[in-house]
Nanobody
Framework: QVQLVESGGGLVQAGGSLRLSCVASGRTFRNYHAGWFRQAPGKEREFVAAISWSGDSADYADSVKGRFTISRDNAKNTVHLQMHNLEPEDTAVYYC??????????????????WGQGTQVTVSS
């Protein structure tokens, strides 16, 4: 069973940048699409970005397009989320996840069946 560990969260001022990382255990990581989701206090968990198993295609939520970039390094079993021009509305716990079953890259939470523990991102105004 693949396990995920996120890191890189923290406190940053509006307009700043952070880079989140997610390290996976297990050699099957490279076979799966990966995604980042976030959950703000009192809100449902929402899609942020997803990347295909090969890294050739990616998808983003409208709210982060042009500011966030998802990438992966299958040789290092890692997926990253580079975040620029952060806004207070980006404050949330960010989760890395894998979709071990789908053929296409999905954005709906229900398709992702392996989750990390989350990392807190706080953006101050």
């Amino acid at each position: 069973q693949v396990q995920l560990v996120e890191s890189g969260g923290g406190l940053v001022q509006a307009g700043g940048s952070l880079r989140l990382s997610c390290v996976a255990s297990g050699r099957t990581f490279r076979n799966y699409h990966a995604g980042w989701f976030r959950q703000a206090p009192g809100k449902e968990r929402e899609f942020v970005a997803a990347i295909s198993w090969s890294g050739d295609s990616a998808d983003y939520a409208d709210s982060v397009k042009g500011r966030f970039t998802i990438s992966r390094d299958n040789a290092k079993n890692t997926v990253h989320l580079q975040m620029h021009n952060l806004e207070p509305e980006d404050t949330a716990v960010y989760y890395c996840a894998l979709d071990t079953k789908s053929y296409y890259v999905e954005y709906q939470l229900k398709h992702y069946d392996v989750w990390g523990q989350g990392t807190q991102v706080t953006v101050s105004s």
